[in-house]
């Protein structure tokens, strides 16, 4: 389970948000809340992934879950395209678990097969293959709506979705959406000595 979010409702009812790379087919989004017995119950976020955009995985899920006060519930992913060059004879996907499981649990032959670097270098040379996907609920989860997913360019990559959060102080008035930001370019460490210059959109929904 990797990168989650968490919103509560009105109501105090909480929603957790979170994918998982190792699944099959690999790279899914979950989204957690319990049941009137407190029960946690899985929510059909990845049916409506696979609905709404077909043969996409979610492979960034990072600040990606907010809610408004009438309890609109609004989540942004990162997806790009499960099958690609590298996929079908090493099962990988862009994200730094994968960049970085063959170093970290080397012994684990599972997680090392799914440590590889060709799978990154992939989606860093393939600009335009991530894309910000955006799921609304107004039914605490039953169902979805989406909008397209946002690709300025074809030749950029949009990545790291930062999607504007209720934070007490902070709230996302009834009938109104919370912002987002994200950043163009790549989404890698810097080297030693080098500064990665991306640009970095503000995204209002009306």
């Known amino acids: 389970r990797n990168l989650g ?66 309890d609109v519930i609004c989540i942004v992913l990162g997806i790009q395209p499960r099958e690609h060059p590298v996929a079908e004879q090493e099962r990988a996907l862009w994200g730094k678990p994968y960049e970085y499981a063959a170093e970290v649990y080397s012994t684990n032959e599972a997680n090392a097969r799914l440590g590889v670097e060709s799978a990154t270098l992939w989606a860093r040379e393939n600009l335009g293959v991530i894309k910000v996907a955006w799921l609304e609920s ?23 979705p930062s999607i504007e959060m209720p934070t007490g102080f902070n709230r996302i008035p009834a009938g109104s959406y919370p912002g987002l930001i994200y950043c163009t370019g790549l989404a890698r460490n810097a080297e030693e000595g080098e500064v990665i210059d991306n640009d970095v959109f503000y995204v209002q929904v009306e």
């Not at 989004?29 to 992934?49: C, I, K, M, R, T």
């Open 5 to 70: 979010a968490l919103v509560v409702d009105s109501t105090g009812k909480p929603f957790v948000l979170y994918l998982q790379y190792n699944t099959e087919p690999p790279g899914q989004a979950f989204l957690a809340s319990p049941d009137d017995s407190g029960n946690w119950q899985q929510l059909p976020l990845q049916e409506a992934v696979d609905k709404h955009w077909p043969g996409y995985a979610a492979v960034d899920c990072r600040s990606g879950m907010s809610i408004t006060e009438d």
């Open 138 to 160: 107004r039914d605490g989860g039953k169902t979805f709506t989406a909008r397209s997913p946002i690709n300025p360019d074809p030749g950029v990559t949009a990545n790291q």
